[in-house]
């Protein structure tokens, strides 16, 4: 059974900074990718970024170039970087990993940006 364990969450002004981290543990594949997602009430779960094998990666449009994702393979763990925070970045920030055949979801880490 494969563990997300996330931490960096919590509040801040807007124009301030936070880091996420997330560690995968228990895992008997290799990880093809690492990301996340988040949500706010009464919208649908929505990417924010994610990274590939380590190096390719992909974010919301919402977020370049104030959000930076990276990845420790030796670790497997993900950290998601972010500047430049605004009060529409509140909400859960949800870390995944994903393996040739199955998703894992953390349990997820509130932002919370105050204007």
């Known amino acids: 059974q494969v563990q997300l364990v996330e931490s960096g969450g919590g509040l801040v002004q807007a124009g301030g900074s936070l880091r996420l981290s997330c560690t995968a543990s228990?895992?008997?594949?290799?990880?093809?990718?690492m990301g996340w997602y988040r949500r706010t009430p009464g919208k649908s779960r929505e990417l924010v970024a994610r990274?590939?094998?380590?190096?390719?990666?992909d974010y919301a449009d919402s977020v370049k170039g104030r959000f930076t994702i990276s990845r420790d393979n030796a670790k497997n763990t993900v950290y998601l970087q972010m500047n430049s925070l605004k009060p529409e970045d509140t909400a859960v920030y949800y870390c995944?990993?994903?393996?040739?055949?199955?998703?894992?979801w953390g349990q997820g880490t509130q932002v919370t940006v105050s204007s």
């Open positions: 995944l990993s994903t393996t040739a055949h199955e998703t894992y």
């Open positions: 228990g895992s008997r594949e290799s990880i093809n990718a």
């Open positions: 990274i590939f094998d380590g190096i390719n990666t």
